[in-house]
């Protein structure tokens, strides 16, 4: 599976992004996809994850801000952001794995480069 991170940018707290992860090359089931982040000096941490096309999950810290949302025609996922914050610069990776909603970023098998996002205060 070869995923394609796109999507990242620099905005002012309280804007918006969205950034989009294009999937290829599937042999098999993929049923999660997700997004993580990584700020300096902190661990990768899971943001949102999506099975399907319904089924999410969200870290506390963003939840009420951002959305997952999947494209299955197009094996395309999207971050909507919303609210950004200043705390919300990372670099954003996409992810997939076959099991259903795994909640570690050492879980998921499957990741694409990473999409720097910054927010100015």
């Known amino acids: 599976v070869q995923l394609q991170a796109s999507g990242g940018g620099l905005v002012q707290a309280g804007g918006s992004l969205r950034p989009s992860c294009a999937a290829s090359?599937?042999?098999?089931?993929?049923?999660?996809f997700a997004w993580h982040r990584q700020a300096p000096g902190k661990q990768r941490e899971l943001v949102a994850s999506?099975?399907?096309?319904?089924?999410?999950n969200y870290a506390d810290s963003v939840k009420g801000r951002f959305t997952i949302s999947a494209d299955g025609a197009q094996n395309t996922v999207y971050l909507q952001m919303n609210s950004l914050k200043p705390e919300d610069t990372a670099i954003y990776y996409c992810?997939?794995?076959?099991?259903?909603?795994?909640?570690?970023?050492?879980?998921?098998?499957?990741w694409g480069q990473g999409t720097q996002v910054t927010v100015s205060s």
């Open positions: 090359g599937t042999s098999f089931r993929i049923h999660t």
């Open positions: 992810a997939a794995d076959p099991k259903l909603l795994p909640d570690k970023p050492g879980e998921y098998g499957f």
């Open positions: 999506i099975v399907g096309e319904r089924g999410t």
